[in-house]
Structures are given as C-alpha cells and as structure tokens.
C-alpha cells in the first residue's frame, strides 16, 4: 500500500472513530444489561401445576384485564415463548404508543392473573430506551443507526490499517519498553483484530434493527394489505369472533408452529375487520423468524398464511445475533464479555487520540517557545 493510501485509510478510520465512538460506548454500556434482559426484567412468579395441556379461557382473562381498566381496549396479546404466560396490555386506543400500555399477566393454563411488574418501567426498561432509541423516537433510532454505519466504516478501515501494522510485529506481540502510548496501540491493534468478525456482526445487526420501523411499514403497506385482500371480512359489521376460536382456528391451520402474537381489529399489525397472528417455530433458528396468519374478525376464518417478505427475515434473524439470546446463559455470557472487549477497544482508540493531540500540541507550544533569530 502507498504513503498516499495508507494516510488516506487512516484519516478515514481517525474520523470515523472520533465521531461515533462516545455513542458506540453507550451503545455498548447499554447492550450490557440488555443480553441478560430476559434474567434481569421483571418475571412473575409462576406457580408449579402440572401441565395437562388445556388451557384456560383467553376471553376470561382479557374480560379481567378490562375490568379494572374502564374506556380502555385491548390491541395485543403477547405470549411468552419459554413460560406458559400471556401479557395482555389495555390501551387508551387501538393505535395507544406501545409505552402506554398496562399489562395484566396470566397463567395460560389456569387462568390466573400472577403478579408482575410492568415491563416498560425500571432499569432493563431505560436501558432498552437509550439503546433503541435514547428517548427520542424514531430520529433517535435512525440518528444511532448512522452512528453504527459510521463504526462499520471504522471497523474497515481499522482491519485495511492492520496489515501493515502486522508486517512489522509478530501477531499478539505488545512493546512494553515503549511509551504508553505505543502499548495501548499494540492492545487496541490486538484485541480489535480478535474481536473483528463478532464487532462487524454485532454492529451490522445493529444497523439492521435500526431499520424496524421503516421495515415494519413496508410490510404493513404490502403483504398485510395483500393478505388482507384474500378476503374483505365484515366492514359493516360490529361482531368479533371469539378469541378463543380464533385462535383454535389459527393453530389447526399452521400445526407445529406456536402463537406468540395476536393483533386485534384495527390495531397496527391488523386491518379494521382483521386478527393478525404471528407464530414462530419451536427450533433456536426459526423461534425468531415470524410467520404471520389473517383472520376474519367476524368469522374466525383464517384467511391467509404467508411466510415474511426476505427484508423482515432478515431483521427478525438480527435480533438474536444482536443480542446473543439465541444459545442459553453460555453464548450470553461470551457475548458479555466480547461487550467488555470492544468498551477497551473504544477507549483506547479515544486515549490514542488523546495523546497525539497532545503530543503534537506540545511541539507546537515548544516551536513556539523558541527565540526568534535577531535580526542583523
């Protein structure tokens, strides 16, 4: 590589460091907590019944949802998809922000309301906030996802810098009978090389989550609406089908596939006169990967069933990756660690800048603090 192309690389990587790394690390400080969310959120207490593989009434539990919840409706229904529990949230509003909601928990099995925090308050909740989106919407979330576009570049042009690095020092070598500086480069050089391929994985998923919203309008633009079309359920007509055959009906028609969300009529992820159920599969792999299902609201008829279109595929894929919640406690364990890792990483870069600045300041100062030769 050139003089020309070699400072070009590394004006690129300085830069593109420089300005997403403060956001890079609360990305990081942030996604700590978030890998073991499922350990750390509020989880209710659940009592031990033998499984006989009934289930008790979903009309009952969303009527006790609503007894205490006057003028509200019911938008969702979210089933856990370890525990035998479903989160039932009450709205102002079909079209209520997500954050709004109450949630009433109950034991699929028994019917019972169990006792439970609400999942958008606490700690694992702010965390999640600052994470998506730093409690600014959509911007927030799209403003971070230019920041990860900007680490990746870093990240490119970093592994472009190793290789001539590597050429002049055996791999995993650190001068320690050098400055701090040379030796902070020499870990920074390491431990991002190691940590290159999860970096680059992380960060890309990362980008990819930051595209939920705009994916999800596509999606409800096209496939819901198509979908949809299939059939123009009962527009003038009040009548719900009971939610619990709609959901019988949702389970005969994609067998070996679990319900872990139920729209209702005219919530986001239905239409006015449709149920979308969402199901996923009992595999690591196809648990993340959503197949959605359109039922007559008043019929319970499934109208259609399709598989997601390859973009939301994609981001329902990134997510475990993101996260590392696809593998059980080991997997998230490791992936802490690798958390820690590039938080050394992010401040080392920073400290390496640090001290060229300082160090070039300080010639400055010292040219500038010699005496001018006297004129003659």
Known sequence: MTATRLRWWSWIHKWSSLICTIFALLLCLTGLPLIFHEE??????????????SRASVDTMIAQALAGRPGEVVPYLFYDREKPIVKIPTAASMTSAPDTFFYKVFDVRT????????????????????????????KGTLFLGGMGLLLAVSIVSGMVLYGPF???????????RHSNRLRWLD???????????????????GVINTLAAPIELMWQSNQLIEMAAQNSG?????????????????????????????????????????????????????SRIL???IIDAASGEVVAVR?????????????????????????????????????IIL????????????????????????????AR
């Open 40 to 53: 750390l959120g509020p989880s209710p207490a659940i009592d031990e019944v033998a499984d006989s593989g």
């Open 111 to 138: 019917g019972k309301a169990l006792s439970a925090d609400q999942p958008n308050e606490g700690f694992i909740y702010v965390m999640l906030r600052l994470h998506a989106d730093l409690f600014a919407g959509i």
């Open 166 to 176: 590597a050429r002049r020092l055996r791999f995993g070598e650190i001068r320690k």
């Open 187 to 205: 870990l920074h050089n390491l431990l991002g090389i190691i940590t290159l391929a999860w970096f680059g994985i992380v960060t890309l998923t």
């Open 234 to 286: 009962q527009a003038q007509d009040d009548r719900r089908a009971p939610v619990d055959l709609v959901l019988a009906r949702v389970r005969a028609a994609v067998p070996g596939m679990t319900v872990t969300t139920l729209a209702f009529p005219g919530s986001p992820f239905s239409t006015p006169t449709h149920y979308a159920a969402f199901l996923t599969g009992d595999t690591p792999l196809t």
């Open 291 to 293: 197949k959605p299902a």
């Open 307 to 343: 598989d997601m279109p390859w973009y939301a595929t994609a981001l329902f894929v990134s997510q475990p990756l993101h996260f590392g919640d696809y593998g059980g406690l080991p997997l998230k364990i490791i992936w802490a660690i690798l958390d820690i890792v590039t938080m």
């Open 347 to 374: 401040i080392s870069g920073l400290y390496l800048w640090l001290a060229k600045w300082r160090s070039g300041r300080a010639v400055v100062d010292a040219v500038g603090a010699v005496p001018a030769e006297p």
